[in-house]
């Protein structure tokens, strides 16, 4: 049976555009906004990743560094970030949402209850930031065993070998970095050159998802659009702190930012 | 878990590079997989290379000054009775700590690598000060990632950083301390990895800068073996190696090459930080049984809370103010080949107007913690045992701190 995250992108394609992928954090700023922004964001968004937070991210730019910050002293909890998960598939059954984080919140949770958490809370798939290939290989295969998708991260970094390695071990979707960054930076890469390593990983295997993230904005996407999928995250992070700010309506502001994206795209 | 005898501790791990198959690997993002890869690959061919010994050699002695002297604390002995205490004066390197031999080390590999850049993280501001130093001497362009708490606290490293040419990144994150540095000094060198080199200031981190690191201060050791047997003759039977630990590195250093002697004739002590003396705060993951987690990239004992997420810690010493350890630490304590204790500010600050007033030595804040244990366990120890601390510091950055606690310069 194909999974959800795998009919997502076939509709998109049927469509003839990428899926939009948004990242927000679990508990940012409170448990009740987090799962509210969510559910309206995903009116647009095709699917949600949701952050689990982590005080020391080694590989996250200011916007998601703060937005983790403030969610984690509101007082979010890792069983917070399940039942938040949940209960927007209680509303939301057919959005795939991926859970992305740092692995020591799964190593001190346990790596087997983590899982099984996930799979009581409908979670469709899996993103550990600091857990590579093939150091993930045996966490990755317990994911598969219980229909979660694992989904591997690569980068302009990633040599051709380890490429193939990575890609034949994958699940159904692949993550790829745009440029050597952490999240949220500016686009110092043209698209052309990204669309063009894009290329050669959907080149070695078709039947994979390859989405695209790091430095996507309103003003980068449309030119992005021929991937099987682009992520926004850290423009998405940086609206809820100007909402905050400002003293506006967080889940308005944030989705109307994804709507735009979406537009952009269609 | 077992110890293997005649190979260095930092070649002792798995193929993922954990040592006992739990401690260290490299939990990094894939973005850094093939700059450490390209660094381990270097670093092994580097280590073998006649040329480039040779060329450390020369910058040991040359341009750090090894070696380091080794001399009998007498009137400090005399007062407290019991055991010799004896130091290695290792704040005698050029620039007044250990840190100057990592940073020497990354230094050459840049070079050798062709990379102009060199980047580093700070908690005491000596690891900053060594590499700005190193970075100056050798004509590379360095960043330094320091915690505002710390720019503030260690002003006079600051400004020799500063006078060596490097540019201080203050980092606001979280704590911001060395916890911060370290993280912030990572995702910058995740954005700039195809152009720049990084070195990670102590033992810690992903599990080839645990290697270069520890391999850079075993130098120290390998002094002390030969100076121990011009004194004694041969190696006496009752030595103990005390050491402050942070990340670390100096006590890895000041330990290596007596890690295959047996522990009944060589005790490996390391004094962790344990914060002030009523405080809930430390930053001793090995003496008050931290669990194991992940941070900066390896799995060792780690300050945490339940749900993972490191905890602040509180130290007078910023070189100790640090939430994790060297996995070979963790390995040490696990195999019980070294045993591991923590001393606090008020111990610590103790020791260091003690020995002051005995001897002509100036430690810093971080090895007073290691003299804070010698001066108590001293007295119950006999005469033959000889108790050696690595005075692995000077307490010149430590002048605002003493001055405010002590009321003197």
């Given at each position: 049976?194909?999974?959800?995250?795998?009919?997502?992108?076939?509709?998109?394609?049927?469509?003839?555009?990428?899926?939009?992928?948004?990242?927000?954090?679990?508990?940012?700023?409170?448990?009740?906004?987090?799962?509210?922004?969510?559910?309206?964001?995903?009116?647009?968004?095709?699917?949600?990743?949701?952050?689990?937070?982590?005080?020391?991210?080694?590989?996250?730019?200011?916007?998601?560094?703060?937005?983790?910050?403030?969610?984690?002293?509101?007082?979010?909890?890792?069983?917070?970030?399940?039942?938040?998960?949940?209960?927007?598939?209680?509303?939301?059954?057919?959005?795939?949402?991926?859970?992305?984080?740092?692995?020591?919140i799964i190593f001190q949770y346990n790596e087997d209850k983590f899982i099984k958490k996930c799979k009581k809370s409908k979670v469709d798939g899996l993103i550990v930031v600091d857990l590579p290939y093939p150091e993930n290989k045996?966490?990755?295969?317990?994911?598969?065993?219980?229909?979660?998708?694992?989904?591997?991260?690569?980068?302009?970094?990633?040599?051709?070998?380890?490429?193939?390695?990575?890609?034949?071990?994958?699940?159904?979707?692949?993550?790829?970095?745009?440029?050597?960054?952490?999240?949220?930076?500016?686009?110092?890469?043209?698209?052309?050159?990204?669309?063009?390593?894009?290329?050669?990983?959907?080149?070695?295997?078709?039947?994979?998802?390859?989405?695209?993230?790091?430095?996507i904005t309103g003003k980068t996407i449309k030119s992005l659009k021929k991937a099987d999928g682009l992520v926004v995250g850290s423009a998405i992070c940086k609206e809820i702190t100007n909402s905050i700010k400002k003293r506006q309506?967080?889940?308005?502001?944030?989705?109307?930012?994804?709507?735009?994206?979406?537009?952009?795209?269609? | 878990?077992?110890?293997?005898?005649?190979?260095?501790?930092?070649?002792?791990?798995?193929?993922?590079?954990?040592?006992?198959?739990?401690?260290?690997?490299?939990?990094?993002?894939?973005?850094?997989?093939?700059?450490?890869?390209?660094?381990?690959?270097?670093?092994?061919?580097?280590?073998?290379?006649?040329?480039?010994?040779?060329?450390?050699?020369?910058?040991?002695?040359?341009?750090?000054?090894?070696?380091?002297?080794?001399?009998?604390?007498?009137?400090?002995?005399?007062?407290?009775?019991?055991?010799?205490?004896?130091?290695?004066?290792?704040?005698?390197?050029?620039?007044?700590?250990?840190?100057?031999?990592?940073?020497?080390?990354?230094?050459?590999?840049?070079?050798?690598?062709?990379?102009?850049?060199?980047?580093?993280?700070?908690?005491?501001?000596?690891?900053?000060?060594?590499?700005?130093?190193?970075?100056?001497?050798?004509?590379?362009?360095?960043?330094?990632?320091?915690?505002?708490?710390?720019?503030?606290?260690?002003?006079?490293?600051?400004?020799?950083?500063?006078?060596?040419?490097?540019?201080?990144?203050?980092?606001?994150?979280?704590?911001?301390?060395?916890?911060?540095?370290?993280?912030?000094?990572?995702?910058?060198?995740?954005?700039?990895?195809?152009?720049?080199?990084?070195?990670?200031?102590?033992?810690?981190?992903?599990?080839?800068?645990?290697?270069?690191?520890?391999?850079?201060?075993?130098?120290?050791?390998?002094?002390?073996?030969?100076?121990?047997?011009?004194?004694?003759?041969?190696?006496?039977?009752?030595?103990?190696?005390?050491?402050?630990?942070?990340?670390?590195?100096?006590?890895?250093?000041?330990?290596?090459?007596?890690?295959?002697?047996?522990?009944?004739?060589?005790?490996?002590?390391?004094?962790?930080?344990?914060?002030?003396?009523?405080?809930?705060?430390?930053?001793?993951?090995?003496?008050?049984?931290?669990?194991?987690?992940?941070?900066?990239?390896?799995?060792?004992?780690?300050?945490?809370?339940?749900?993972?997420?490191?905890?602040?810690?509180?130290?007078?010493?910023?070189?100790?103010?640090?939430?994790?350890?060297?996995?070979?630490?963790?390995?040490?304590?696990?195999?019980?080949?070294?045993?591991?204790?923590?001393?606090?500010?008020?111990?610590?600050?103790?020791?260091?107007?003690?020995?002051?007033?005995?001897?002509?030595?100036?430690?810093?804040?971080?090895?007073?913690?290691?003299?804070?244990?010698?001066?108590?366990?001293?007295?119950?120890?006999?005469?033959?045992?000889?108790?050696?601390?690595?005075?692995?510091?000077?307490?010149?950055?430590?002048?605002?701190?003493?001055?405010?606690?002590?009321?003197?310069?």
């Open positions: 049976m194909s999974s959800l995250i795998n009919k997502t992108f076939s509709i998109a394609k049927s469509e003839n555009r990428p899926a939009l992928l948004t990242y927000t954090v679990a508990g940012d700023n409170t448990k009740k906004k987090s799962l509210e922004i969510l559910k309206s964001i995903s009116n647009y968004a095709d699917i949600c990743e949701l952050g689990f937070p982590h005080n020391t991210p080694i590989a996250d730019g200011g916007q998601i560094q703060t937005s983790a910050y403030r969610a984690i002293k509101n007082g979010i909890k890792i069983n917070d970030v399940f039942s938040i998960a949940k209960n927007f598939k209680k509303v939301k059954r057919n959005k795939p949402i991926i859970l992305m984080g740092y692995y020591n045996a966490f990755a295969l317990k994911c598969k065993k219980k229909k979660i998708n694992f989904i591997q991260l690569i980068s302009p970094t990633t040599s051709r070998n380890r490429l193939k390695q990575i890609i034949r071990d994958s699940h159904d979707m692949i993550y790829y970095i745009s440029m050597l960054s952490t999240t949220g930076g500016k686009l110092k890469v043209s698209t052309k050159k990204i669309l063009s390593e894009y290329k050669k990983i959907k080149k070695l295997d078709k039947s994979k998802y390859v989405v695209i993230g790091f430095g309506n967080a889940v308005i502001n944030v989705t109307n930012v994804v709507k735009k994206l979406k537009n952009k795209i269609k | 878990m077992k110890l293997k005898k005649k190979i260095p501790l930092i070649d002792q791990h798995d193929r993922y590079g954990f040592w006992g198959s739990k401690f260290g690997g490299s939990f990094i993002p894939e973005t850094l997989k093939k700059p450490i890869e390209d660094l381990t690959h270097e670093f092994s061919k580097l280590r073998n290379n006649k040329n480039f010994l040779k060329k450390r050699d020369f910058y040991f002695r040359n341009y750090i000054g090894s070696p380091t002297s080794f001399v009998k604390l007498e009137n400090l002995s005399n007062h407290l009775g019991g055991a010799q205490i004896w130091a290695k004066v290792v704040s005698e390197a050029n620039g007044g700590a250990h840190k100057i031999y990592n940073a020497t080390v990354h230094a050459l590999i840049c070079k050798a690598m062709g990379k102009k850049y060199i980047v580093g993280d700070t908690g005491a501001g000596y690891a900053g000060k060594m590499l700005s130093m190193a970075a100056k001497k050798f004509g590379l362009k360095c960043k330094i990632f320091m915690g505002v708490k710390d720019i503030k606290r260690q002003k006079p490293n600051c400004d020799a950083m500063r006078e060596n040419g490097a540019e201080i990144v203050p980092v606001y994150s979280g704590s911001q301390t060395l916890v911060d540095a370290v993280s912030e000094c990572m995702r910058y060198w995740v954005s700039n990895c195809d152009t720049t080199h990084m070195c990670v200031g102590s033992t810690v981190g992903p599990n080839i800068f645990v290697k270069i690191c520890g391999w850079s201060t075993a130098q120290i050791s390998r002094e002390l073996k030969i100076q121990i047997k011009q004194k004694f003759k041969k190696i006496p039977k009752k030595i103990k190696l005390i050491n402050c630990v942070g990340g670390g590195s100096s006590a890895y250093g000041f330990w290596s090459e007596f890690i295959d002697f047996n522990k009944s004739q060589i005790e490996l002590i390391g004094v962790e930080a344990g914060g002030p003396k009523r405080s809930k705060l430390h930053a001793a993951p090995l003496s008050r049984n931290a669990k194991i987690g992940i941070l900066h990239g390896a799995a060792s004992y780690v300050c945490q809370n339940n749900e993972g997420q490191i905890n602040d810690t509180e130290s007078i010493s910023a070189g100790l103010d640090y939430p994790g350890v060297s996995p070979i630490h963790c390995f040490l304590k696990d195999t019980k080949r070294a045993r591991y204790t923590y001393a606090t500010d008020e111990d610590a600050l103790k020791a260091y107007m003690m020995v002051t007033k005995f001897e002509k030595l100036n430690p810093s804040l971080e090895p007073s913690h290691a003299f804070a244990e010698a001066i108590k366990i001293a007295p119950k120890l006999s005469q033959d045992t000889i108790i050696i601390v690595n005075s692995c510091g000077d307490a010149k950055k430590d002048r605002d701190i003493l001055r405010e606690r002590l009321g003197k310069n």
